[in-house]
């Protein structure tokens, strides 16, 4: 199952404000390099990185790395086991399901097509997709590759449908028929970015209705095989057997590995097949163009400006990120158990590729590390320093704690007193260290908090690129009787989703439940909302509960009627 983010004030989708192109090449002399240490000085350092997080366990699924410099490539390697059924290790032959990591190839066909003279970035997709609603608002080709449409994700809409994605395939058809039943946007296209897996499904179904091929067939014939990228392949039926592929497991309260592999053949925003030494051909290409050109390269890396003047940090399938003060150009993908990343310093002339077959492992932060053993010592510290911090009474670190609402999401988040320290969470998070009477940095975060003198609290995001700050106002968090709610206790529709929910009270709590789903237990939070896996906040009329809105991470306020 994909993983929706949590809506949490340290972990918002992409900071927002930075330069306009992400740069994915320098000339060679100007690579900041250190000086090259010996092969297996090099093989033993990146050995360190995998044996540390501990993913080298024969009996255990674990990762497949490659790093190239200039083209070359300088390191390949595989930790842990393709299957632990049969013991299979895996190797850099090794095939993973990319997840996410899926979207730039989907754009880069995009984009071949428009170089072809088939449609336009700036086409209404509703020219091409015609069951899709009118919103009011006009929704080009270019807000589904930056994640500007505003239309809410496929995989949140059918959580919510469903109650559950186990055992139940999901289709390119089942995506579609949900969001066409979508009344609303999560917000007018152009004015937020806000990640959507939705929009790269609906290119991958452009590239199908304007090339009169498959995305599957269209890559093949235009991306994959012109850069010998042979073991690379987008998937379109689940079923279909992909030699050495690396099974995907997730560790379960039991403490055992289960088997955990994507139920669907909705492709575009994902389920794209391919190996480490594969990507790295990408990459290359991404520099030295063989599909495509400059001209496209430079596309998909342009950031994009919002209605409001900032600038998203996402291009077309890619994203700015820095570490150390470095540039990255990256991307990132989770499906049930796998997780991938690749990545490219462009100041340095290197690339990374991390695939993991694992939900718990972190390939971004194995990465990183990765690239730690090629960076040069000299660069900056991952984190911003920590500036002079003060001393405040408990008093007044109390006086701060509290409860407080995103302005425009609804979602609740708690900043508590715990001991003598202020942490962002309820019972556990990270640290807030004053660094005066009333700003803190997140410890370990690049976030500080400024708490204004109406109550309310201003998040800055102070890593790169820099983005608006956000002003979460303070609320009371509720404590409802027995009485109150049972108020809440019925059946509610929503025609949006075709799903019917049946609330009850347990305790002093709501559990939500589908026809097919297992109980949702929601929390109160302020007046007539409820949190869990999702926020719940309940309608009236004449002081009557006559109905909800629901939301998550990436799907805002679908409405639902009650029936009884």
Not at 93 to 118: N, P, R, W, Y
Not at 324 to 340: K, Q
């Amino acid at each position: 199952m994909p993983v929706r983010p949590p809506s949490r004030l340290l972990r918002r989708a992409l900071p927002l404000a930075g330069a306009a192109l992400l740069p994915l090449a320098a000339p060679a002399s100007a690579h900041a390099q250190a000086p090259a240490p010996p092969a297996d000085s090099v093989r033993a350092a990146v050995d360190r990185v995998f044996a540390r997080a501990q993913w080298t366990a024969p009996d255990g699924p674990g990762c497949a790395a490659a790093v190239a410099r200039d083209g070359r490539v300088v390191h390949e390697g595989g930790y842990g086991a393709a299957n632990l059924e049969t013991g299979t290790p895996i190797t850099p032959a090794s095939v993973f399901h990319l997840a996410s990591v899926s979207k730039q190839f989907t754009a880069a066909a995009i984009l071949l097509l428009e170089k072809d003279g088939k449609l336009s970035l700036d086409d209404d997709v509703r020219k091409h997709l015609p069951e899709l609603p009118d919103y009011g608002h006009r929704i080009t080709i270019r807000h589904l590759l930056t994640h500007t449409s505003g239309l809410r994700d496929q995989w949140d809409l059918l959580a919510i449908a469903r109650g559950r994605f186990e055992e139940n395939r999901i289709t390119e058809s089942d995506v579609l028929e949900i969001v066409a039943r979508q009344k609303a946007l999560n917000f007018v296209p152009g004015s937020e970015y806000l990640y959507s897996n939705t929009g790269y499904t609906l290119a991958g179904t452009i590239v199908r209705r304007v090339s009169g091929q498959s995305l599957r067939d269209f890559a093949e014939a235009r991306i994959f095989r012109p850069l010998g990228m042979t073991r690379t392949q987008f998937q379109d039926d689940y079923t279909r057997v992909i030699v050495n592929r690396a099974a995907g497991y997730a560790r379960r309260a039991d403490g055992q590995w289960h088997v955990s592999l994507p139920n669907y053949d909705t492709y575009g925003a994902t389920s794209l097949f391919s190996t480490v030494g594969d990507l790295l051909r990408w990459q290359a290409n991404l520099v030295t163009p063989t599909v495509g050109d400059s001209a496209m390269v430079r596309e998909m890396t342009t950031l994009r400006t919002l209605a409001n003047g900032d600038t998203s940090a996402y291009g077309y399938g890619l994203v700015a990120e820095r570490h150390r003060g470095a540039r990255i150009v990256s991307h990132g993908g989770a499906d049930a158990g796998y997780r991938t990343w690749l990545g490219r310093f462009p100041e340095h002339g290197l690339d990374v590729v991390v695939l993991c077959n694992a939900a718990s492992s972190n390939p971004a932060a194995l990465g990183r590390a990765v690239a730690d053993v090629f960076l040069p010592a000299t660069l900056a510290a991952s984190q911003p320093p920590m500036p002079p911090t003060v001393t405040l009474a408990p008093a007044q670190l109390r006086a701060l704690a509290g409860a407080f609402v995103h302005p425009v999401t609804g979602a609740m988040n708690v900043i508590s007193l715990r001991g003598d320290s202020l942490i962002a969470g309820r019972t556990a998070g990270p640290v807030l260290v004053p660094i005066g009477p009333r700003r803190f940095r997140a410890r370990g975060q690049p976030v500080e908090f400024e708490f204004l003198e109406d109550g309310s609290v201003r998040e800055h995001g102070i890593g790169w690129p820099a983005r608006t700050p956000v002003t979460w106002r303070r609320t009371t968090i509720v404590q409802p009787t027995a009485a109150q709610l049972a108020e809440y206790a019925g059946t509610y529709h929503s025609e949006e989703l075709g799903a019917t929910y049946t609330v009850t009270v347990r305790d002093t709590a709501l559990v939500l439940k589908t026809r097919w789903g297992s109980d949702d237990v929601l929390r109160p939070a302020y007046a007539d909302a409820f949190a869990g896996p999702y926020l719940a906040q309940f309608t009236r009329t004449r002081g009557k509960v006559d109905g909800m809105l629901l939301s998550t991470g990436r799907v805002r306020k679908v409405a639902f009627v009650r029936t009884r």
